[in-house]
């Protein structure tokens, strides 16, 4: 707890505090209740790491952070659990063409993914599982399966039988056809029709022998099974891997609305099939992002990166605040315009934030956290959330002093990083070869400066740490590093 502000105190309110979600799966909004009383166990469809998340996967994990950091703020005990898909049809094709391991490819574009994360000041979860460690839950949870006579053999690999499965397709709003006949190896597909999927895939032995290439990558990523030698399917390892931290019905499973058919659909065919029992309470979906009105995707070639953000001017934070503009379920429409208006939105809120400086103690706001609260609380409403935020900063009524404990209290929902503020000085910067962008970030700090406005430059040093440079100050003045 920083020295220069007290918690208001509201754990009386707290106990009448909830929480409504809405439910993918009922098609409304619910109010949640744990399966433990103060307890919360999240599972968060994580990337498949065969390239860079492009700025539309990555609107999905600040999303799921939110999730966690509301609950938090709701003084649940959190555990979240992402999945790193590093075995598919994906990793092993990108491994092939570029003729390494498999293991190789993926841990090159888990650690990009990660260090995206980090920049968006996403938390990292709790447990972040990889698929290629737990195979031996899936082999299990495919055995089961096939004991139960949900699951059979084809010459080609294991395949769920959906015929046999009740309220199949329920999530996505599906008609399940009254016999399925028909198969599908492919771990993605788009076509409505339900058809049986691959839970594991058979080694093709002769595929591995003809090509070198091929050799590399799909021979690192074969394993031994009771059923047969070969890898899993993509839909098996979020059910192996969710069960295994967080038991065999979970709280809260989110994702993007793509995955809902049929990724989603097929996790709770093969979960319930194997269980008996509900698999997910609570299923939380986002929107996608859209360019020019059409769905961001690599597929589609319109997608960028965090990186390209970069280069046009725009920190990973100030995207994130763009984020939280818009509520988590609706589509949004990217504009570099947009953005970066964001970004200035962002810049006077980390003046706003360091007029408040105060050597004395503050006390958060009971009023304004009350609203807060309820906004965050009704389907997680950042917008309603920003707009507390706004009518806090702007109430003539409360101290700095206040106001600066309310606004750090909101960010731990919000996760804006407005409390590396209280890092930062008023030290001179020296620039030497640096991106156009930071420079022009340097020259107008430099220019507040001379202007002895100390809140802008401060707030733009703050915009230059968070595009990933330290300012470090010297005898001689201060220079900018590249952050390791």
């Known amino acids: 707890m920083s020295r220069l502000y007290r918690l208001y105190d509201f754990k009386d309110s707290m106990a009448k505090t909830e929480i409504y979600l809405y439910n993918t799966l009922s098609g409304k909004k619910e109010l949640f209740k744990p399966l433990k009383a103060g307890v919360v166990g999240i599972y968060n469809c994580g990337p498949t790491v065969y390239d860079t998340a492009h700025i539309g996967n990555l609107r999905t994990f600040v999303m799921d952070d939110i999730v966690r950091r509301v609950f938090e703020y709701n003084e649940y005990k959190v555990t979240q659990v992402m999945n790193l898909t590093d075995v598919d049809d994906k990793t092993i094709r990108r491994a092939t063409d570029e003729g390494i391991p498999l293991g190789d490819l993926t841990r090159r574009y888990e650690k990009a993914f990660l260090d995206d994360i980090h920049a968006l000041n996403i938390q990292t979860p709790h447990s972040l599982l990889r698929a290629t460690e737990n195979i031996d839950s899936m082999i299990v949870l495919i055995s089961t399966l096939i004991e139960k006579g949900f699951a059979y053999k084809a010459n080609d690999g294991v395949y769920m039988s959906i015929e046999k499965v009740k309220e199949y397709g329920a999530l996505a709003h599906l008609a399940k056809a009254k016999e399925t006949k ?226 750090l209290d909101f960010d731990r929902v919000l996760g804006l990083g407005l409390s590396a503020v209280d890092e930062l000085d008023d030290s001179p910067v020296s620039i030497e070869n640096l991106p156009p962008e930071i420079f022009a970030l340097s020259e107008a700090r430099d220019e507040a400066r001379a202007d002895k406005d100390w809140q802008k430059a401060d707030a733009l040093r703050l915009e230059i740490e968070s595009r990933g440079y330290d300012v470090k100050d010297t005898g001689d003045g201060s220079i900018l590093k590249k952050k390791k």
């Open 182 to 407: 028909s198969r599908v190896a492919n771990d993605e597909y788009d076509k409505e029709s339900p058809q049986d999927f691959a839970l594991w895939k058979f080694e093709d032995e002769g595929e591995i022998a003809s090509n070198t290439r091929t050799s590399k990558a799909i021979s690192s990523s074969m394993w031994n099974a009771p059923f047969g030698r070969g890898r899993p399917g993509w839909h098996i390892e979020c059910s192996a891997m969710s069960m295994k931290v967080l038991g065999e019905t979970i709280d809260i499973h989110t994702g993007a609305s793509d995955l809902i058919f049929p990724h989603h659909t097929n996790e709770i065919a093969q979960s319930e099939s194997a269980t008996g029992k509900p698999f997910v309470h609570y299923w939380i979906h986002g929107g996608f992002m859209n360019v020019r009105d059409e769905k961001m995707a690599k597929s589609k070639g319109n997608f960028l990166k965090l990186a390209d953000l970069e280069s046009a001017g725009v920190s990973p934070l100030a995207f994130r605040y763009w984020l939280l503009t818009a509520h988590y379920r609706a589509p949004v429409n990217f504009t570099e315009d947009a953005v970066k208006a964001a970004q200035n939105a962002f810049i006077r809120l980390a003046e706003a934030f360091i007029s408040c400086k105060s050597d004395q103690p503050g006390t958060i706001d009971g009023k304004h956290q009350e609203q807060f609260l309820a906004a965050i609380n009704d389907d997680l409403n950042m917008p309603e959330a920003i707009a507390v935020v706004w009518s806090l900063v702007k109430d003539h009524h409360l101290s700095p002093a206040d106001k600066r404990a309310t606004l």
